[in-house]
């Protein structure tokens, strides 16, 4: 080779070398878009799934609310161990637990200086035991995050309604808030339930925001619109199939929150970076009873729920309440451990690690932001496109043929949540296509999709719409067990509500409809009924009896029953009043069956429920069973 030759082959490798180079220091990563979380909300993202504990007097009196007005002395477990709650929390996979401080009660589960309705005023270790010390040991021993629920509500203080409350509440988060070491998430309840004539009490939610962020800066705070997370809009443990961490806030507040619906999907366009929490209950209610330690979630539905919250871009925050002891039922720790096992065993072994990944649409045609990224396990290294790139597709080879029914997705939130639709085909090697098995709208922080077992070599995810350029860091694909993959939605489930009396003498007097037989056959299918009629019952028979229970429509949207006057007559004229006003505690976010007592059992022939308030406007209010306790 000449010198001439020599000399144009060493500039053209200077020239390679230089415009590579130029290529790696040229393309910019993608800016963020819209709201993006906080390092904190990032850091609560990540934590996915960890348990609610409610614990106070309602355990005691199986309340859901409990009217304030219960003695502390009722308070008093007999082998209170916060550390087997925390062992099995963490046995269950869960990564932190959020204890009930202060329900709407008032009681106190720390020795407060600020009220008289406290562990300190209860027999439990003679007034000298801290709920809230022993919990955040035991947490921070086991390696799990500590949070707290506290109720604005208060239905004991004597200064609630008052504007001197709003001090006081502030004191009693400042107590809790700097003696038990790092809060990772204070949980804020908007609810508000005295009613019309009940006193009414002016939050003064800046004061509090405040007090929580001068205690514990790092601390994520939940309400219905946040700022740090928001609530999902129901209590029955699922996200929207779409579903924005953005949300607009202007103009709400804790317990005057937007729709519900918009709750459960978020703003496509929202202001402000809230991403959604799912709170729901591995019982029926949020309390311990006794009456419902064989009705805890099966592990069918408690899988439901971790694909619609988890799997839908929330975080899960599973209650598993303590019972009377103090120590979480054997029935509800057995179940967890179910459940962790179940999710070990369909994520357990990812399909696409080590596989290959491509994409015709990379940033800047550079390694930095390549498919391969998505295979990476590297959270912070991922696949994204040149700007103008809004739609893209990336295949992912499996090397051979193998069975797949779950894709697991991820965006890379720090810059924004952008898809607003993608769909994924695998490819059907008999017929050489590509076939659609699944079309969904939003990913954010993941996504977990699900379809029938399909046998293939290679996966496609197209982008088919987003906000900006995609910015995806994970994909992961697996086959789970058949027994874990959706349901025949048509598949009904016959729930059966029974009570302690027998039914065949009864004969239902008002209303007179076709089908009002059904609220008394024990199916639990619900009928609608004129607003201004009430349900009235000959028992056939005197008969005696401690209480009663009404069974609204399972639907948050539904109008049950929310306020109701409930009476007894031996002859069907004269009627006496057995509760007046009264109210089914949290029907409208927990539409579950509502047992109500009375404070000494009663004798009558004849009964009547007479709604007064439904929880959502309507003409005719809906009831599915009733029947009375002993």
């Known amino acids: 080779m000449n010198n001439k030759n020599i ?25 963020p878009y819209a709201a993006i979380p906080s390092k904190t909300q990032l850091d609560w993202q990540k934590m996915e799934y960890y348990m609610f504990v409610h614990f106070g007097p309602n355990t005691f009196t199986d309340m859901e609310w409990g009217n304030g007005k219960e003695d502390p002395k009722l308070f008093n477990p007999s082998s209170l161990d916060c550390r087997q709650w925390a062992a099995t929390a963490k046995a269950a996979g ?11 009660d008032g009681f106190c589960l720390w020795p407060s200086k600020y009220s008289t309705h406290t562990v300190k005023e209860s027999p439990w270790k003679n007034g000298k035991g801290d709920v809230l010390k022993e919990l955040s040991a035991a947490c921070k021993e086991y390696g799990l995050k500590f949070g707290v629920y506290l109720s604005p509500w208060d239905r004991n203080h004597p200064a609630y309604g008052t504007p001197e409350y709003n001090q006081i509440f502030a004191n009693t988060l400042s107590e809790v808030l700097s003696n038990y070491g790092d809060v990772f998430e204070v949980w804020f309840d908007g609810a508000n339930g005295e009613g019309p004539n009940g006193k009414r009490q002016e939050y003064d939610w800046d004061l509090f925001r405040s007090t929580v962020y001068k205690h514990q800066p790092n601390a994520v705070i939940f309400s219905d619109v946040g700022p740090g997370c928001r609530w999902i809009g129901n209590e029955a443990g699922f996200a929207g199939e779409t579903n924005w961490s953005r949300l607009n806030v202007k103009g709400f507040a804790p ?10 999907s978020g703003n496509k366009y929202g202001a402000a970076w809230v991403p959604g929490e799912t709170d729901v209950s591995v019982r029926p209610g949020w309390f311990y009873s006794k009456a419902t330690d064989d009705k805890v979630k099966t592990l069918d539905e408690l899988l439901g729920i971790y694909f619609a919250s988890v799997g839908r871009n929330s975080n899960l925050l599973l209650n598993v309440p303590a019972d009377r002891r103090g120590l979480i039922h054997a029935n509800d720790s057995l179940r967890l451990m179910e459940m962790k096992q179940a999710i070990d065993k369909s994520f357990g072994d990812d399909l696409a690690a080590g596989k290959k990944a491509s994409s015709a649409a990379v940033r800047g045609n550079s390694k930095t932001y390549a498919a391969a990224n998505l295979l990476d396990g590297n959270y912070d290294s991922y ?5 103008n790139i809004l739609t893209a597709a990336v295949e992912i080879d499996l090397g051979s043929s193998m069975d797949v029914n779950a894709v697991v997705l991820q965006e890379y939130i720090p810059l924004g949540q952008r898809v607003a639709r993608f769909n994924i085909e695998v490819w059907n090697t008999a017929k050489n296509v590509w076939e659609q098995v699944a079309e969904e709208t939003t990913i954010g922080y993941k996504r977990i999709i699900r379809f029938n077992t399909r046998r293939t070599n290679k996966l496609k995810l197209n982008i088919v719409e987003s906000l900006a350029c995609p ?31 027998p039914v065949d003498k009864w004969k239902i007097l008002s209303p007179s409809i076709d089908n009002i037989a059904e609220v008394i056959d024990g199916k639990a299918t619900s009928i609608a009924v004129d607003f201004s009629i009430p ?22 949207s539904a109008a049950n029953i929310a306020r109701y006057n409930f009476m007894i007559s031996s002859d069907g004229k004269s009627w006496k009043a057995l509760k007046s006003n009264a109210m089914f505690d949290n029907i409208r976010n927990n539409p579950i069956r509502q047992n109500q007592f009375f404070e000494n059992h009663v004798k009558g022939r004849y009964i009547k429920l007479e709604p007064l308030e439904l929880t959502n406007s309507s003409e005719k209010y809906l009831i599915a069973e009733i029947g009375l306790l002993k």
């Open 94 to 104: 869960m990564k932190g637990i959020i204890i009930t401080a202060k329900h709407h």
């Open 255 to 264: 317990g005057r929150s937007p729709a519900l619906d918009t709750l459960n």
């Open 535 to 556: 349900i009235v019952i000959d028992l056939g028979e005197e008969s005696k009896f401690k209480g009663f229970f009404y069974v609204p429509k399972a639907k948050v």
């Open 471 to 501: 910015v995806l860091n994970n994909v992961g694909i697996y086959r789970l067990p058949e027994a874990y993959l959706p349901k025949n939605a048509n598949q009904q489930v016959i729930v059966r509500e029974k009570g302690d009396l």
């Open 7 to 31: 000399c144009l082959l060493a500039m053209a490798i200077l020239l390679s070398v230089f415009f590579s180079c130029k290529n790696i220091i040229s393309v910019a990563p993608p800016k």
């Open 383 to 387: 696949w994204a496109t040149d700007d």
